[in-house]
């Protein structure tokens, strides 16, 4: 049974930052690729960011420069760093796995951030 289990969401002041967590279990974690996707309250979800079994990264550009995806395939686990964190990232931020060579995709269950004074 495929998991993948967010947590690290909550409130937060503009400007201030979060760490996202994404736990695996089920799939061979080095082999996926691994993403931050978000959705706002009456908007679509949006990527956030990607990193794939390589290591190489892509970033939405209203993240670009202020958040950081990561991953230890030793601890099964994705990381999204959130810095100077904005009104507009409010969302529910979902983690996302994505098989080799294949459409067979993951959704964890979301966590909450907003970012708010």
């Known amino acids: 049974q495929v998991q993948l289990v967010e947590s690290g969401g909550g409130l937060v002041q503009p400007g201030g930052s979060l760490r996202l967590s994404c736990a695996a279990s089920g799939i061979i974690f080095n082999l996926y690729r691994m993403g931050w996707y978000r959705q706002a309250p009456g908007k679509q979800r949006e990527l956030v960011a990607v990193?794939?079994?390589?290591?190489?990264?892509n970033y939405a550009n209203s993240v670009q420069d202020r958040f950081t995806i990561s991953r230890d395939n030793a601890k099964n686990t994705a990381v999204l760093q959130m810095n100077s964190l904005k009104p507009e990232d409010t969302a529910v931020y979902y983690c996302?796995?994505?098989?080799?060579?294949?459409?067979?995709?993951?959704w964890g269950q979301g966590t909450q951030v907003t970012v708010s004074s």
């Open positions: 996302n796995a994505v098989a080799p060579y294949s459409l067979l995709e993951y």
């Open positions: 990193i794939t079994s390589g290591g190489s990264t």
